[in-house]
């Protein structure tokens, strides 16, 4: 189970840190991801994070803003958000995955229940 936390009403430029706690004993194996989801929208990737933290992958929307990483003893993995833009508004979910690389929805389970990130300009 994965629980997301963090999100919240910032304003264009502000920072935001979102949390996703797991409760397995399994979670260092997982490949781990954030998804996000606007009104009306498909659910589209975000950011990927490597069981190990070597490697990490963007959606072009978000590189060099956003920043995912790990804490593996801990269960948590987190998505800093700098420099947040009102088309970054969305539920922000994260998920897990054994297979890393991949973006395509069915490959992930499970997911968080989301969180709500709102940006107004």
């Known amino acids: 189970q994965l629980v997301e936390s963090g999100g919240g009403l910032v304003q264009a430029g502000d920072s935001l840190r979102l949390s996703c706690a797991a409760s397995?004993?399994?979670?260092?194996?997982?490949?781990m991801c954030w998804f996000r989801q606007a009104p009306g929208k498909e659910r589209e990737f975000v950011a990927g994070?490597?069981?190990?933290?070597?490697?990490?992958y963007y959606s072009d929307s978000v590189k060099g803003r956003f920043t995912i990483s790990r804490d593996n003893p801990n269960d948590s993995v987190y998505l800093q958000m700098n420099n947040l833009k009102p088309e970054d508004t969305a539920v922000y979910y994260c998920?897990?995955?054994?297979?890393?690389?991949?973006?395509?929805?069915?490959?992930?389970?499970?997911w968080g229940q989301g969180t709500q990130v709102t940006v107004s300009s």
């Open positions: 994070i490597s069981w190990n933290e070597a490697d990490t």
């Open positions: 397995r004993h399994t979670f260092s194996v997982y490949t």
């Open positions: 998920a897990a995955t054994l297979k890393y690389g991949t973006t395509f929805r069915g490959d992930f389970r499970p």
